[in-house]
């Protein structure tokens, strides 16, 4: 009889194993049961645009299951974009609290929690938020960047530079720009004082991190020039066009009056050449011809400018021509209908944009360093084309 208890004691732990595996799996379903429960509440309060308690009931869900997390960060940046901020935050603030999470998901919850402050204007917030990311490998790039705007929204330029030796470290070339740009923005500020030492050793430092930054070069021209140091000034020049060709019709002029100052227009003439050669810039031809004229004819100017017209036609180019045609005429005979031409372009153009930014294509009249529109350095340049350069 023991004998046989005995063989059915396999039997009894089998049974125990069904038992406890069916308990396992009850629970389960039991979980899955609940979360479908939660998730169903959670999607009839969305429908029924009751936003608010939806969020609530989708909150809850996550606290037993973190499967969900990637259609959590999804649901707040849609109620970001849609510009529903207080609801954002209070979805990345829940999965910030969650303790369970894989650090990844931890970190993309306060990187996207520093994004809702952010575009709540809240940057006190949003900076915590990213200097708690400066040192992860998957945020640490973006957290600076993200960084570096709040402080030029600020005007804070010292305490971007506060992180030089990370930008430095991390080598990334926007955040590199970026600080050249903030260095040059100091350096303004001690041109506007004259400090002179000072504004060549930050513009220096600018060059450093981003030999092409022609931001700093044009600064740097413009201090050697007002202190009499034209040959610095003159090499400058050349440096802008050589790191931005698209950016150097607007230092013609004063590259003009550089080389004047040193007596050595015929090299100043030989490098506008050059540029007109290999760029076909409408500034270039303008200030070429003034050599052309002088050094030949007139009539050798107009046929030069005619012949680069029909190659390639600008409306500044054809202003010009008309120009040149004015003052022929009144050599010879007075001619109004020139002068109603030339009146007629110059307010055509006076409504067409100059600067073009190619980041985001923002048009204005006038320059800036930093696009009003999408807060890129260095990125408006003169517009190429029939009614640019
Ligand atoms: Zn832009």
């Not at 910030?96 to 402050?117: C, I, M, S, W, Y």
């Not at 540029?275 to 004819?297: M, Q």
């Not at 930014?357 to 408006?380: A, K, T």
Request: with cysteine; proline share 2%.
């Amino acid at each position: 009889m023991i004998e046989l208890l005995f063989l059915l004691l396999p039997v009894a732990m089998a049974y125990g194993w069904f038992m406890g595996r069916n308990s396992i799996k009850q629970k389960d379903q039991t979980i899955k049961q609940d979360l479908s429960i939660k998730y169903s509440t959670g999607l009839n309060y969305l429908l029924s645009n009751q936003q608010d308690k939806a969020i609530d009931s989708l909150l809850d869900a996550l606290k037993v299951e973190d499967d969900s997390v990637e259609a959590h960060f999804a649901m707040a940046n849609l109620f970001r974009k849609r510009g529903e901020l207080d609801r954002a935050l209070k979805v990345h603030e829940h999965l910030v609290r969650l303790n369970h999470l894989p650090t990844k998901d931890k970190q993309q919850a306060v990187f996207e929690l520093g994004k809702d402050f952010l575009s709540a204007g809240l940057y006190d917030r949003a900076e915590t938020m990213f200097s708690k990311l400066l040192k992860s490998s998957d945020y640490g790039i973006k957290a600076l960047t993200y960084l570096l705007q709040i402080y030029q929204s600020t005007k804070d330029w010292q305490q971007c530079i506060s992180h030089k030796k990370q930008i430095i470290k991390l080598n990334d070339k926007r955040l590199l720009h970026t600080l050249a740009n903030f260095y040059c923005e100091l350096a303004t500020m001690a041109f506007e004082q004259d400090e002179f030492i000072t504004v060549i050793e930050l513009l220096e430092l600018a060059l450093q991190l981003d030999p092409n930054s022609c931001r700093a070069n044009w600064l740097m021209a413009k201090i050697y020039q007002n202190h009499q140091q034209c040959e610095l000034a003159a090499k400058c020049y050349q440096d802008i066009y050589h790191q931005d060709k698209e950016f150097f019709p607007d230092v013609i002029e004063k590259m003009h009056g550089c080389y004047k100052n040193m007596d050595a227009l015929d090299d100043f003439y030989k490098f506008i050449k050059k540029v007109y050669d290999e760029t076909a810039s409408t500034g270039a031809l303008i200030s070429y011809l003034t050599y052309v004229e002088e050094k030949h004819s007139k009539k050798k100017a107009i046929e030069f400018i005619l012949s680069a017209l029909k190659r390639r036609p600008t409306i500044r180019g054809f202003q010009h021509f008309v120009n040149m045609q004015i003052n022929q005429a009144q050599e010879d005979i007075n001619d109004d209908s020139l002068d109603l031409i030339k009146e007629l372009i110059g307010e055509y153009l006076k409504v067409k944009h100059r600067y073009g930014c190619r980041s985001c294509g923002f048009n204005s009249q006038i320059h800036y360093w930093s696009c009003p529109s999408c807060h890129e350095w260095e990125q408006l340049k003169p517009i190429r084309g029939l009614e640019g350069e």
